[in-house]
């Protein structure tokens, strides 16, 4: 059974500071990785998709990096600011070969506060 | 151009009460989610519906959960009776199969009180 893991449940940082999220799966055999953010009183928003085959996925201050063999996947934010404060969640998809299916299975998330 | 809408945004009840949540995904999407989401255990994908039809309703917690999809554009979640463990924030996501992944979009939910 896949569980996706994410350490610290918290993070709370100055303004500027680059950041690293991390996301870890128990069971390698994915389909691919999503890291979304959920605003208070909100539902999530995707920011990043790696498929299996990739290495890393870039959009604008954001870059994933995902390593399977590892179990795991970092989200990095380059010079933070307070609006990206939020809820980062990463979620895996099972390979389909594992009789995956479009079931995510979800981290707890991350409450990320950036302070100006 | 309209997101994945969800009626109500929130719903108090009493213990016992029937309770639909209602959902329309994003127009051309063909795969519907549901999902609970609670302090204690996160993100759990309830049931998914791919053309309408039900694919995967392991998720579902009991026989008091029911969820139906009678066209492409709309979705019901119904839970009778209800209890109070059932308070939460229940959301629904759509997306669009095909060769190519796409990220699944995802209503503001619906926060369920049940006292």
């Known amino acids: 059974k896949q569980e996706v893991t994410q350490i610290p449940a918290a993070l709370s940082v100055p303004e500027g500071e680059n950041l690293v999220l991390n996301c870890s799966f128990t069971?390698?055999?994915?389909?691919?990785l999503q890291w979304f953010r959920q605003d208070p009183g909100k539902g999530l928003t995707s920011l990043l998709l790696i498929q299996s085959s990739q290495r890393e996925q870039t959009s604008g201050r954001l870059n994933a990096s995902l390593d399977k063999s590892s179990g795991r996947s970092t989200l990095y934010i380059a010079a933070s600011q307070p609006g990206d404060s939020a809820t980062y969640l990463c979620?895996?998809?099972?390979?389909?070969?594992?009789?995956?299916?479009?079931?995510?299975?979800f981290g707890k998330g991350m409450k990320l506060t950036v302070n100006p | 151009d309209a997101g994945v809408i969800q009626s109500p945004r929130h719903e108090v009840t009493e213990m016992g009460q029937e309770v639909t949540l209602r959902c329309k995904p994003i127009s051309g999407h063909n795969s519907l989610f549901w999902y609970r989401q609670t302090m204690m255990r996160g993100l759990e994908l309830l049931i998914y519906?791919?053309?309408?039809?039900?694919?995967?309703d392991s998720g579902m917690p009991e026989d008091r959960f029911s969820a139906k999809m009678p066209n492409a554009s709309f979705s019901t979640l119904k839970i009778q009776p209800s209890e109070p463990r059932d308070s939460a924030v229940y959301f629904c996501?759509?997306?669009?199969?095909?060769?190519?992944?796409?990220?699944?979009?995802f209503g503001d939910g619906t926060r369920l009180s049940i006292l």
């Open positions: 069971d390698s055999a994915i389909y691919n």
């Open positions: 979620a895996v998809r099972s390979s389909a070969t594992q009789g995956g299916s479009e079931k995510l299975v």
């Open positions: 996501a759509s997306r669009q199969t095909g060769p190519r992944s796409q990220p699944q979009h």
């Open positions: 519906f791919n053309n309408n039809v039900p694919i995967d």
